[in-house]
């Protein structure tokens, strides 16, 4: 069975400064999708970014980036420039191919973003 | 593209009713559906499974005959949660995948149905 952890239940950051929220998982598998969702007040899943794991070319999405280790099982995301908007529960998650596209998810990183 | 609509966004309901929850993919065909069942600042929980006409696959301790999801067509699924109780009182929501002009593999959530039963 596929595990995700997130191991930082809550962060904080200055607006327009740079955080990184880290994402592990276990696998015995070699193809799989790696998602980050978004979960802001309103609590509407909102995807952040994707990322397939037979890339090795870590995905962007304007300001948000991955750091994908895949020996490492390390799938971490960077938020630049950071907003009061991206104030949100962050959410990693796991699809493996061959599991009808079920996702498996991490508990959560609550970000707060301050002014 | 890839939208996924819920009808109602909030519902209340008197202890031992029925309520019917709407899921629809709006400009996509949603070859599968998720529903989820989510508490207070917690990860989502999967209930269930549903492909376009086949019957839903229910995860371990979710009560099939309590949670009835039907998914009719390849844009609209339902849960119907009969005879609800207090406990059933929750933060659900659906997802869909399939063919979109974005990612096939990818589920798009809707925005997701406060239900309390009083």
């Known amino acids: 069975a596929q595990t995700v952890t997130q191991s930082q239940p809550e962060m904080s950051v200055q607006e327009a400064e740079t955080v990184t929220l880290s994402c592990t998982y276990d696998?015995?598998?070699?193809?799989?999708?790696l998602f980050w969702y978004k979960q802001p007040p309103s609590r509407q899943m909102i995807l952040v970014i994707r990322?397939?794991?037979?890339?090795?070319q870590n995905a962007t999405e304007n300001r948000f980036s991955v750091n994908f280790q895949k020996a490492a099982k390390s799938f971490s995301l960077k938020i630049s420039d950071s907003q009061l908007g991206d104030t949100a529960m962050y959410f990693c998650?796991?699809?493996?191919?061959?599991?009808?596209?079920?996702?498996?998810f991490g508990g959560g990183t609550r970000l707060m973003v301050k002014p | 593209g890839a939208v996924v609509s819920q009808h109602p966004s909030w519902v209340i309901c008197k202890s031992g009713t029925s309520v019917k929850i709407e899921c629809r993919s709006l400009?996509?065909?949603?070859?599968?559906m998720f529903w989820y069942r989510q508490f207070p600042k917690q990860s989502l929980m999967l209930m269930a499974t549903?492909?376009?006409?086949?019957?839903?696959?229910?995860e371990q301790g979710v009560e099939k005959d309590k949670f009835l999801i039907n998914h009719a067509s390849l844009t609209l699924s339902t849960l119907t949660v009969t005879s609800a109780h207090p406990e059933d009182s929750s933060f659900y929501i659906c997802?869909?995948?399939?063919?979109?002009?974005?990612?096939?593999?990818?589920?798009?959530f809707g925005p997701g149905t406060r239900l309390t039963v009083l």
């Open positions: 997802s869909a995948t399939g063919r979109t002009s974005g990612n096939l593999d990818t589920q798009y």
């Open positions: 696998t015995s598998e070699s193809n799989y999708y």
């Open positions: 990322q397939e794991a037979y890339k090795q």
């Open positions: 998650a796991f699809m493996w191919n061959n599991a009808g596209n079920m996702l498996t």
């Open positions: 400009d996509f065909q949603a070859t599968t």
């Open positions: 549903s492909n376009e006409g086949s019957k839903a696959t229910y």
